[in-house]
């Protein structure tokens, strides 16, 4: 059973940075790729980054473009994701999810529709 687990959420102030983790275990071939989302009340899941787990390659939104890095550590099976100058706007729960079985495609790399295993969610919080 593949298990998707984030950590690394929590409080910070305008400016700051966090780093997000995802962790993602049992299963027996790896993803193809792994995104970031948030969604914040009352809003739609956003993409906010995506990579692809073989070559590295990645993705970003508009939106955060330049202050958010995915990165991956393929012998811990882990996904990263480095925000920095965060703002209040930020706020949000974010998830991981990986794409298993799956063809990732740049056009839908970013959508929720990509991916077929969800992590709970870990809560970030921007205050000004």
């Known amino acids: 059973q593949v298990q998707v687990v984030e950590s690394g959420g929590g409080s910070v102030q305008a400016g700051g940075s966090l780093r997000l983790s995802c962790a993602i275990s049992?299963?027996?071939?790896?993803?193809?790729?792994v995104g970031w989302f948030r969604q914040a009340p009352g809003m739609e899941r956003a993409g906010l980054a995506s990579?692809?787990?073989?070559?590295?390659?990645?993705y970003y939104g508009d939106s955060v473009k330049g202050r958010l890095t995915i990165s991956r550590d393929s012998a811990t099976n882990t996904v990263y994701l480095q925000m920095d100058s965060l703002k209040p706007e930020d706020t949000a729960m974010y998830y991981c999810?990986?794409?298993?079985?799956?063809?990732?495609?740049?056009?839908?790399?970013?959508?929720?529709?990509?991916?077929?295993?969800w992590g709970q969610g870990t809560q970030v919080t921007v205050s000004s």
């Open positions: 999810a990986a794409s298993f079985g799956r063809l990732c495609v740049p056009q839908t790399i970013l959508t929720t529709n990509q991916y077929n295993y």
């Open positions: 990579i692809y787990t073989s070559s590295g390659d990645t």
């Open positions: 049992g299963a027996t071939y790896n993803s193809n790729c």
